[in-house]
């Protein structure tokens, strides 16, 4: 998306800033519509293979709100997928020891399996995205990425509700 005619006259580091916003937010979009296909195609749905996703590496669980703070979802949204991933059998929902109020979330055996099935057409579909890319670039990206994420949670721009 380089060198897109504009009509703000700006100096060259503005420029780029914009190129990198303006970019970002389409590869976004078609990132987030590759994946939507991807989980068609493979026959999973997306949020919910998501939330195995956050899951899979946390063989203790994660509370609702630890789970929903890390995908960003409201409590009442995330519920009702953890419900259907509970009612399928890929979770289970255990009341807090000490806190009956939380909820801590577990995968359970058929949740790793569907990850685990889904993760083949994924990494798959990884590999062809960054084929080309070198891990230095991936690296700086990343950093670049998980600074803007911050600002965007933390900082005077901050997203309101996150």
Do not use: C
């Not at 195995?52 to 960003?72: H, I, Q």
């Not at 890319?133 to 990343?142: I, K, R």
Request: hydrophobic fraction near 45%; charge should be neutral; glycine fraction near 6%.
């Amino acid at each position: 998306m380089s060198q897109r005619p504009t009509l703000l006259s700006l100096d060259q580091r503005s420029a780029l800033q914009l190129d990198v916003a303006m970019t970002l937010m389409v590869t976004a979009k078609r990132w987030r519509l590759r994946v939507a296909d991807l989980f068609r195609e493979s026959g999973h749905t997306g949020a919910p293979t998501v939330v195995l996703y956050f899951l899979a590496d946390e063989p203790k669980g994660l509370t609702l709100s630890e789970l929903a703070n890390r995908m960003e979802l409201s409590g009442a949204s995330l519920t009702r997928l953890v419900q259907r991933l509970e009612k399928d059998g890929m979770v289970s929902r255990r009341r807090m020891i000490g806190d009956g109020r939380s909820w801590l979330i577990q995968m359970e055996p058929a949740g790793r399996a569907e990850i685990e099935a889904f993760e083949i057409h994924a990494a798959a579909m990884r590999d062809r995205m960054f084929e080309g890319v070198s891990d230095e670039d991936m690296a700086a990206a990343l950093r670049v990425l998980k600074a803007l994420a911050e600002k965007l949670t933390h900082g005077p721009d901050a997203a309101p509700g996150i």
